[in-house]
């Protein structure tokens, strides 16, 4: 019902190896994800085990950590988390920071292609002469790029819903799937028009911020309220029902909750 997560298949976790390499290294060689007595994790054979170690091996010594390592100081690496734990900022050179909670407004309204709009607007009106030119330019470039690659992605899977549902046998599951890939080209070129495909959009859009930068502890702002032009719209034009809400609310919730399982250092 709704579409997109950080990792295939289902249940499935990325490990980010750009960010820290040696506690993936140490676990896989002696401390087994899969005995952990807690957030356990299991690699599917041996193949994809020796994969993850020769793709650690590559990033030794080019990851986020070593690059911030480098640059402490004796006291600073002392009181550190490899050292009394007195201060514990390698967290985040391990596994990225997360801790935000973006303007979900301001999506809901423009969508990914207003957000290209205006960052196209800025780039074009952006004078030489600023100051701060070649920092705004690489701002809004980078914005550019990185919604045109949403919206992209988006518009994959309304085409893979578009094909599973030209071959579905069940009536109910068709509509279903005719319904999610009109949803995706929608938030694909636009802004939602609809609760179903509002909700799309909020998940396409926090899966993204996770798949981009190992995002954890992503904030979802005040959800009911913007969520809630749409819930009453839909309502008041019968084109929805409260006991479908409540089910596309629950799956959201289920995916969510297998988002958030990233592989953890802990």
């Not at 676990?27 to 299991?42: A, G, K």
């Amino acid at each position: 019902m709704i579409v997109g997560k950080i990792a295939a298949p289902a249940k499935a976790s990325p490990i980010y190896p750009e960010f820290s390499v040696n506690w993936i290294i140490d676990e896989i060689l002696h401390s087994p994800f899969e005995e952990r007595p807690n957030d356990q994790f299991y690699i599917r054979n041996d193949e994809e085990r020796q994969e993850i170690l020769e793709l650690c091996a590559w990033w030794k010594g080019k990851t986020i950590d070593d690059l911030v390592n480098v640059r402490l100081d004796e006291d600073q690496v002392k009181g550190s988390e490899v050292g009394e734990r007195i201060f514990q900022t390698n967290l985040y050179h391990y596994a990225g920071t997360g801790h935000l909670a973006i303007n979900y407004p301001k999506l809901m309204e423009v969508g990914f292609a207003g957000l290209v709009r205006e960052a196209k607007k800025h780039l074009e009106t952006l004078s030489k002469r600023d100051p701060d030119y070649g920092d705004k330019r690489d701002q809004y470039q980078a914005m550019i790029i990185m919604h045109e690659a949403a919206m992209k992605y988006t518009e994959r899977y309304a085409k893979l819903a578009e094909e599973k549902a030209a071959i579905e046998k069940n009536e109910q599951r068709k509509q279903e799937l005719e319904e999610m890939a009109a949803n995706c080209y929608q938030i694909a070129k636009g802004a939602p028009e609809n609760f179903w495909q509002a909700l799309q959009l909020f998940n396409i859009a926090t899966a993204l911020i996770q798949v981009e930068s190992n995002g954890h502890s992503i904030s979802y702002g005040r959800m009911d309220q913007w969520l809630q032009p749409y819930y009453e719209a839909d309502i008041q034009q019968g084109k929805i029902t409260k006991e479908f809400v409540l089910e596309l609310l629950e799956v959201e919730y289920v995916k969510r909750l297998q988002s958030g399982r990233r592989l953890a250092t802990l």
